[in-house]
């Protein structure tokens, strides 16, 4: 499986997702520069965290107009993958391939830290390698990661199963701490209705390698993998 990770300028996460699907999964990858309109040799496109473009005027939204973005669109109607980390989460929503927005933190503060996170459903390639109800450690990093969507939307994103990742309660904690950023739902990660295209705030590259302090990340790329080693375990769309 090739991977094509998408540089823009201000990138600052793409050698990090770089590392674990090229050195830790040994799979091909390659930096996508944000100026290229030829991405058709890749399987999975990944829009890493960041700064793109210095966020100037909102975070994600000068990054919609790269000439690559058109060509991550037309690769995400072909049916193949997409996983948008933090400022390419806000990339995803900005360019229409993901529903909602995200805004500034509750506290109006930038948060780095780890956070517990729930894994929602485990029957798509992005979870299958998570127990349901599995809750993990991801780092966080941003200062507009609360994630905000109207109510039909966000009524659309639980009836539809969509909401995969959620901010979770971790041991001694209390309801109003499980949540850092105010996320409404505690909503941490979402995909659209095929499945196929994902975005979410914490970092799974960050917590890959046990250098690092923590692997639960890596088995979110590990599951895409061994999934689609065998096609037949994917289900056509996202109905339960």
Not at 155 to 165: C, I, Y
Request: hydrophobic share 40%.
């Amino acid at each position: 499986m090739k991977f094509g990770i998408v540089v823009f300028p201000g990138s600052n996460c793409d050698r990090d997702v770089a590392y674990v699907t090229q050195s830790l999964l040994d799979q091909p990858t390659r930096m996508v520069w944000h100026q290229e309109t030829d991405i058709s040799d890749l399987d999975v496109v990944v829009l890493p965290g960041g700064f793109s473009y210095g966020d100037y005027l909102r975070c994600g939204s000068i990054a919609q107009f790269s000439p690559v973005m058109r060509q991550v669109v037309e690769h995400a109607k072909q049916g193949k993958f997409v996983l948008g980390i933090c400022n390419g989460f806000q990339v995803l929503t900005e360019v229409g391939l993901l529903p909602g927005a995200l805004t500034r933190n509750r506290d109006l503060h930038f948060i780095c830290d780890r956070a517990p996170v729930k894994v929602e459903r485990t029957d798509l390639p992005w979870t299958s390698a998570y127990q349901a109800g599995e809750v993990i450690t991801l780092p966080i990093a941003h200062g507009e990661g609360r994630y905000y969507a109207d109510s039909d939307t966000l009524k659309a994103l639980e009836d539809n199963g969509q909401v995969l990742f959620r901010y979770a309660k971790a041991t001694g904690e209390t309801d109003d701490t499980a949540n850092p950023n105010g996320s409404l739902n505690n909503i941490a990660g979402i995909c659209d209705r095929t499945g196929k295209v994902l975005g979410m705030m914490p970092h799974p590259e960050r917590a890959s390698d046990s250098l690092l302090g923590g692997t639960d990340g890596i088995k979110l790329f590990q599951g895409l993998l061994a999934t689609l080693a065998d096609e037949t375990l994917y289900p056509l769309s996202l109905a339960k």
